[in-house]
T-cell receptor, first 114, second 116 residues
Framework: QKEVEQDPGPLSVPEGAIVSLNCTYS??????FMWYRQYSRKGPELLMY????GNKEDGRFTAQVDKSSKYISLFIRDSQPSDSATYLC??????????????FGEGTQLTVNP | GAVVSQHPSRVICKSGTSVKIECRSL??????MFWYRQFPKKSLMLMAT?????????EQGVEKDKFLINHASLTLSTLTVTSAHPEDSSFYIC????????????FGPGTRLTVL
């Protein structure tokens, strides 16, 4: 069983829709959670970084963490064609040490249609 | 946000030659840098972790003599693919963490290597 499970999609939605992306994990040592966006043939871009259960909002993006259920989500409101990309969840045990190794999900490919 | 650059962005080389890829953190000190490989429509595969001034730690199955990593300063790490072969063709991405935030990794734009 993989440590991090993410539905690979692909996911196709109309412009303006609310998008929900999800990851589950099995390792309770994971304490820091990230969402990256990766456009085709580009490096991943950090979107959200959270370390506690609950919600964190940044513009149209909301990251949600439920450590008791080992489940994290990324919500995108009012989705735009420019949001079309692959979204990767990532997590680490961290504990403040430098250079914490990330464990990634497989990535979900999202297409927002105009 | 933290900026990480990679050079070159794309390289085509002949089989048997060596290729060096540079990764630089432009606005923070990167105590740790990571090198990943990514195949089409796949997630990132960690190849190695390097701490400034130390030898790199390679993931299982990654040949350290094939993929030479140097992290000589807090802003620069290099990956050299030695005696490249067509099967080494891939998208190579570096990331860095350090003084900006130790648990976050900031990624470079990637280098596409094609070995003929």
């Amino acid at each position: 069983q993989k440590e991090v499970e993410q539905d690979p999609g692909p996911l196709s939605v109309p412009e303006g829709a609310i998008v929900s992306l999800n990851c589950t994990y099995s390792n309770s040592a994971f304490q820091y959670f990230m969402w990256y966006r990766q456009y085709s043939r580009k490096g991943p871009e950090l979107l959200m970084y959270t370390y506690s259960s609950g919600n964190k909002e940044d513009g149209r993006f909301t990251a949600q963490v439920d450590k008791s259920s080992k489940y994290i989500s990324l919500f995108i409101r009012d989705s735009q064609p420019s949001d079309s990309a692959t979204y990767l969840c990532a997590m680490t045990g961290g504990a403040g040490t430098s250079g914490s190794r990330l464990t990634f999900g497989e990535g979900t490919q999202l297409t927002v249609n105009p | 946000g933290a900026v990480v650059s990679q050079h070159p962005s794309r390289v085509i080389c002949k089989s048997g030659t060596s290729v060096k890829i540079e990764c630089r953190s432009l606005d923070f000190q990167a105590t740790t840098m990571f090198w990943y490989r990514q195949f089409p429509k796949k997630s990132l595969m960690l190849m190695a972790t390097s701490n400034e001034g130390s030898k790199a730690t390679y993931e299982q199955g990654v040949e350290k003599d094939k993929f030479l990593i140097n992290h000589a300063s807090l802003t620069l790490s290099t990956l050299t693919v030695t005696s490249a072969h067509p099967e080494d063709s891939s998208f190579y991405i570096c990331s860095a963490s350090g003084s900006r935030s130790y648990n976050e990794q900031f990624f470079g734009p990637g280098t596409r290597l094609t070995v003929l």
